[in-house]
């Protein structure tokens, strides 16, 4: 029955197969460099080696650093590169560009040794292209750490074709998106928090016409990125039989997009209403990678915004704080009012497993790799990437770090979460306390906030689903299809309300006509496979 158990994750597609082809010229799939001990990685003698990390780049840096050269990089040389006799590179990667710039590097033939992407669609085209490096024996070799923190089942997750061609980092927190409101655009006003889309739309009105926050008012902040059209779209689509939701789904981009599921249409006709009547973000279709929202959110314009549950609270940037510093007596209030037929607040979640760390098969280094990503696997270590040292950047409070919130400290974490590869958050063995973590992380004005906000993002969420094997069809048409995707929001809520309709079906038969059809029928038959 496992094996017929159906896991499903978020995804995006290889961009440039083409280009990939060049790196499989220089390696057989039998070939395995790295499996081998590694000169200078076991740390056996002085000769030093040089180990190449992808890191993200979300252009966030405090002044005087850099994502490779920072107080973290420093303190992860010296406390395991130098004893190891390891010098790390680090390899920035624009977070924005992820997926088109590792396949750069991948066909370059000099990719990092540790590259990783949160798209299992993509990793399995690197497999099936001979690209990576099995990494079963190295795990076994020199992997104890990792597989005691991550637990078999999400090392399950990177397996392809029943080998371990990738490492999953541990996703400790489930939850993908919450809402955030003026909440002294209400009181100004004297409206209640709305808690149903229909209370969605009369506060937008209502924002619109009176105007509270000046000119340049933006009722519904919004961006083109999932985090701004799928907690508004996700509530529309109707509830169907498990048949349904596995052959109608297709996973794109982030996630799985309802594209062909019962009620999209209508989820995409909301948003056509918002845009034609002047209640979202007019410029949406030029802002990717949400920075236009946070400012607009930051200068005090935005009344109603969704974003990555808890965000607004965090440092990169921390938004309600510099909103409230911008705009006095602002005030950012979490809530959770996008309700689907029955009244639930239905919206996508995310699966255990988080990022995928890959070691290619160029690399010469896999032993090194694995030692660092076993190194990192540490309790201790986790602790000291994600809050720094005890009594100078964080106390403890019932067992539980307490960020402090000081210049210092924010300069030292700015970017935890992408040197803390292994761990899509910090796990302390119970998800109680991993959320009390969570809010405690924040400043301390905000803590309650970001306790309801995680919250928010957990409610009615919709657990993702997997076929024990990949999609092809989405393996080959992913990328193509999320573009597709995009633009059929863009051109649909951009459209005058009376020709959306039209729009809205010719941009699916081109979609279907890309790719879509063929996904929707080998997800049929992979379904019927899984009933046998």
Same mark, same amino acid.
């Given at each position: ?113 540790? %590259? ?93 016409? +009176? ?80 920075? +236009? ?128 590869? %292994? ?110």
């Amino acid at each position: 029955m496992k094996k017929k158990a159906l896991k499903r994750n978020a995804a995006s597609v290889l961009a440039a197969a083409t280009a990939f082809g060049l790196l499989i010229g220089c390696t057989s799939k039998e070939e395995q460099p790295g499996a081998a001990p590694v000169t200078g990685g076991s740390g056996s003698d002085d000769q030093q080696v040089t180990l190449k990390v992808e890191v993200f780049d979300r252009g966030n840096s405090p002044a005087g650093m850099t994502v490779t050269n920072n107080q973290v990089t420093k303190w992860v040389q010296d406390t395991f590169g130098t004893p190891n006799h390891i010098k790390l590179e680090f390899v920035p990667v624009p977070r924005a560009q992820e997926v088109d710039k590792l396949n750069v590097l991948m066909a370059s033939g000099d990719s990092p040794d540790i %590259v990783f992407t949160y798209d299992p669609n993509l990793v399995y085209k690197y497999v099936q292209q001979g690209g990576l490096m099995d990494l079963g024996q190295l795990l076994e070799a020199n992997g104890a750490n990792l597989k005691s923190y991550l637990g078999s089942d999400t090392l399950e997750y990177g397996k392809f074709d029943g080998k371990q061609y990738a490492i999953p980092a541990k996703r400790v927190y489930l939850g993908k998106y919450s809402s955030m409101i003026r909440q002294d655009w209400l009181d100004k006003l004297g409206l209640p928090v709305p808690k149903t889309t229909d209370e969605v739309y009369a506060t937008l009105k209502a924002f619109k016409e +009176k105007n509270p926050g000046g000119s340049g008012t933006i009722p519904l902040g919004f961006s083109l990125a999932p985090a701004s059209y799928e907690p508004i779209i996700w509530p529309f689509i109707k509830k169907t039989s498990d048949e349904e939701r596995y052959t109608l789904m297709q996973l794109l981009g982030s996630g799985d997009k309802p594209t062909l599921m019962p009620g999209h249409k209508e989820g995409v006709k909301f948003l056509n209403k918002l845009y034609n009547e002047g209640l979202l973000s007019p410029d949406f279709a030029l802002d990717k990678d949400k920075k +236009k929202l946070q400012q607009d959110v930051m200068t005090g314009k935005v009344g109603m915004y969704a974003e990555d549950a808890g965000q607004s609270y965090g440092t990169a940037p921390e938004v309600a704080g510099i909103l409230q510093k911008n705009v006095q007596g602002a005030k950012i209030t979490p809530i959770d009012p996008y309700t689907n037929e029955e009244g639930k607040h239905t919206k996508p979640g995310y699966q255990p497993a988080g990022m995928y760390i890959m070691i290619p098969k160029t690399s010469k280094k896999g032993e090194a790799a694995m030692k660092y990503l076993n190194w990192m696997a540490q309790k201790d270590v986790l602790n000291r990437l994600t809050n720094g040292e005890e009594g100078k950047n964080y106390t403890l409070q019932d067992g539980i770090p307490i960020v402090k919130d000081d210049e210092a400290t924010k300069n030292l974490l700015y970017n935890a979460g992408d040197m803390r590869l %292994v761990s899509n958050g910090l796990d302390l063995g119970d998800n109680a306390k991993n959320l009390k973590a969570m809010s405690l992380a924040v400043p301390e004005a905000f803590r309650a906030d970001a306790a309801v906000s995680y919250q928010n993002g957990l409610a009615d969420g919709i657990p993702p689903l997997r076929f024990d094997r990949p999609i092809q069809a989405e393996v080959k048409y992913g990328k193509v299809l999320l573009d597709k995707y995009e633009e059929m929001l863009v051109k649909c809520m951009m459209a005058k309300p009376d020709e959306f309709d039209k729009v809205y079906d010719a941009m699916l038969k081109d979609y279907m006509t890309s790719g879509g059809e063929e996904i929707k029928k080998e997800r049929t038959e992979a379904y019927k496979n899984m009933k046998k």
